[in-house]
Structure formats: structure tokens, C-alpha cells
Nanobody, 126 residues
Framework: QLQLVESGGGLVQPGGSLRLSCAASGTSLDYAAIGWFRQAPGKDREGVVCISNNGGRTNYADFVKGRFTISRDNAKNAVYLHMNSLKPEDTAVYYC???????????????????WGQGTQVTVSS
């Protein structure tokens, strides 16, 4: 059974950077589609960035383009979200999610994902 554990969240000033990690255990992520999502208080969960099963396609939300980058390390069975130029509106709980059903696209819809981590809080404030 796949288990996902996010880490790396915290309090950061506007303009700062964080790297979130998503460590997987129980099953390999090699052929999984992976997504990072976030949910702010009172708002719906939204896709931040997703990567396709074969790693060939990524889909970044407009509000993070140029600031956030997804990467994966198959040897460590982990995925990362590198966040730069953080803004107060990036404050949210960030989740990683995994789907094994194959598609060529980098779908970034939460309902398409089957496995979720517990989330890590990111707070951007001065």
C-alpha cells in the first residue's frame, strides 16, 4: 500500500523560498502520475503542478508559472516542489497525490488522484 509523507513546509517571508518533499513508501513512483495540490482556508483544493505518468509532460497552474518547479528522484522514490518568490496568497496546506492509471496528459484535477499525503502547511507572511 502506497504511503505519502510531505515535509518541508513552514513560515517564510514574502519573496522567500521553500522546498517541499513528498516521500513515498510501499510502492514505486516510477510510472506514477504525480500532482501537488494546495488548499487555503475557506477555499477549494486546487492543482499547483502535475506531471504525467511517463514524466514527459508537466502542467503548471498559471499562478505558479515561473516560480515553482516540480522534480522527481526515482532513486529516492520522492517528488519535490521547489517554490521561489513566495507570496502571501501561496499560504495553504500543500498535498502531494499519486495516480497509477495511465494517461499521456498531465492531469491536474484532484478527483483523478487516488493516493494522498497528509499535507504540509506553508505560511507566507512578514
Amino acid at each position: 500500500q502506497l504511503q505519502l509523507v510531505e515535509s518541508g513546509g513552514g513560515l517564510v517571508q514574502p519573496g522567500g523560498s521553500l522546498r517541499l518533499s513528498c516521500a513515498a513508501s510501499g510502492t514505486s513512483l516510477d510510472y506514477a502520475a504525480i500532482g501537488w495540490f494546495r488548499q487555503a482556508p475557506g477555499k477549494d483544493r486546487e492543482g499547483v503542478v502535475c506531471i504525467s505518468n511517463n514524466g514527459g509532460r508537466t502542467n503548471y497552474a498559471d499562478f505558479v508559472k515561473g516560480r515553482f518547479t516540480i522534480s522527481r528522484d526515482n532513486a529516492k522514490n520522492a517528488v519535490y516542489l521547489h517554490m521561489n518568490s513566495l507570496k502571501p496568497e501561496d499560504t495553504a496546506v500543500y498535498y502531494c497525490a499519486v495516480r497509477y492509471r495511465w494517461t499521456e496528459q498531465a492531469l491536474c484535477v484532484s478527483g483523478e488522484y487516488d493516493y494522498w499525503g497528509q499535507g504540509t502547511q506553508v505560511t507566507v507572511s512578514s
